[in-house]
């Protein structure tokens, strides 16, 4: 014999249908998660790890290339202005003006970046970078091809 009142078998039901469809709902895709499943920050959430373009320019671009004659000035070789607050306009997603199929860098993918060919001197256009030398340590290089690696950034 039933003892219970319409009232709490209909509660009953409720709450056992509440519990199924929240179960049926799933875990997510993890989309916008971090690796511990918090949400990812944009904008003040930790600093990107590897090199970004402020230490790449402070290392290299700074020293070796902005210079007078080469990619520093307003009369640059190739159009490629290399200047704390130009390089990334001027270097990320955007073709060389020699094959425009050839893209200086591509976030991502160090091995299709034409500025990595430039600096390894595996091109075929034109000379390697930075122009007659000394060239950059292949420890230097592999900096760089690890910003772009880890998707260029800022």
Not at 37 to 55: D, E, K, N, Y
Request: proline share 10%.
């Amino acid at each position: 014999m039933c003892t219970s009142s319409p009232l709490q078998r209909c509660a009953t039901t409720v709450a056992l249908a509440l519990a199924l469809a929240l179960a049926a709902c799933g875990g997510g895709s993890g989309e916008g998660l971090d690796e511990n499943g918090r949400p990812i920050q944009s904008g003040g959430g930790p600093p990107p790890s590897g090199p970004t373009l402020a230490t790449i320019q402070a290392k290299v671009f700074s020293v070796n290339c902005a210079v007078s004659g080469c990619h520093g000035g307003s009369a640059v070789q190739q159009g490629l202005r290399l200047d704390p607050g130009f390089s990334a306009a001027n270097l990320i997603n955007v073709p060389s003006p020699r094959d425009p199929n050839l893209i200086r860098v591509v976030p991502g993918n160090p091995d299709a970046s034409f500025l990595i060919h430039k600096l390894e001197g595996t091109q075929t256009l034109g000379d390697r970078m930075p122009q007659f030398g000394p060239y950059l340590p292949q420890a230097t290089i592999d900096e760089v091809r690890l910003w772009i690696q880890n998707g260029a950034p800022l």
